[in-house]
């Protein structure tokens, strides 16, 4: 069985003391091993897996604080401030701890072959547990020792990670953790429809197409889209060919029908009805007044 003196003699053997968390060659892995107290340290997470394994830690996420000891882990979810405080530790009682970035990916394939049902809705956007799983526990000390195996790297991690995340989905947490990984995904294919948009923001959108394309049905399209950005698609769309058009008359001269065309606007009239309502004033107008403004700043 494994234990938290096998965790700590591997951080012991791979990391070096420091303030910050260390990558390893394992990709997605970090290692921390700090020997005096440390400061608050905020960082924006992806669907990332953390545990400590010697000394404690205070967490805040969002506006959840709770206090971790050797064996307890937590795994949050994207884009959440994390602010991290390691109140004691020394060269005799260092604080260890690890991280191991998950695949959503990989996470969903697993869930969806376990076949697992849809949980109620997560308000939270973290979860924790503690050390008792020993199947968890003994997935991620196997994986931390290929440390010592660098050569089993490429053929094993990913193996050990997907255990990881069949342990996570088999646990008490299971149902929440499987809340995490659709939230995580569904966050991945909004990101995808927004790039698509900003490249392509002059050609007309199909969103029958492309809610079909990412896996939405047009209205959980719309709900999330407006959930990650306050604007619809078209709206979304209509404010990048806007700006867009304003850099064109700004920096390349163009004019107001021209920039109106090759943003993809039909209508000279229609762009000037939109424009003015974004910016206060007609093309022409905001576009004079801006020169102005560059013209007084260069001179002061």
């Known amino acids: 069985m494994s234990s938290i003196a096998d965790f700590r003699a591997l951080i012991e053997r791979h990391a070096q003391p420091s303030l910050n968390s260390q990558e390893t060659a394992i990709p997605g892995v970090s290692l921390m091993r700090l020997v005096s107290p440390g400061r608050p340290v905020r960082q924006t997470q992806d669907l990332i897996f953390y545990m400590v394994v010697g000394g404690g830690k205070t967490v805040t996420i969002g506006p959840h604080r709770t206090r971790l000891g050797p064996g307890d882990y937590i795994v949050s979810n994207a884009d959440l401030d994390v602010a ?16 191991i970035r998950l695949d959503p990916v990989l996470a969903l394939r697993t869930a969806r072959s376990l076949g697992l049902e849809r949980p109620r809705e ?41 255990e990881m995340v069949y342990r996570l989905l088999r646990s008490e947490v299971g149902p929440a953790f499987l809340e995490l990984i659709l939230v995580k995904n569904r966050e991945m294919r909004i990101s995808r429809i927004i790039e698509s948009i900003n490249r392509h923001y002059s050609e007309q959108l199909d969103l029958e197409a492309m809610a079909r394309t990412n896996g939405f049905s047009l209205s959980s399209l719309f709900r999330h889209f407006k959930q990650a950005t306050s604007l619809s698609p078209i ?19 163009e004019n107001a029908i ?26 022409a107008r905001d576009i004079a007044r801006l020169r102005a403004a560059g013209a007084r700043n260069a001179e002061s």
């Open 84 to 99: 991290s405080e390691i109140p004691d530790a020394s060269e005799a009682d260092p604080y260890l701890g690890v991280a």
């Open 122 to 162: 997560q308000t939270d956007r973290y979860i924790g547990g503690s050390g008792n799983d020993d199947g968890l526990v003994d997935a991620t000390l196997r994986l931390l020792a290929l440390l010592d195996r660098p050569d089993d790297i490429p053929a094993l991690a990913p193996l050990l990670e997907q």
């Open 235 to 253: 709206q979304y769309q209509k404010k990048i060919r806007l700006r867009a058009a304003r850099q064109l008359m700004l920096a390349e001269e």
């Open 258 to 283: 021209g920039a109106a065309f090759k943003v993809g606007f039909g209508s000279p009239t229609q762009f000037s009805r939109e424009y003015k309502r974004a910016y206060g004033l007609p093309p």
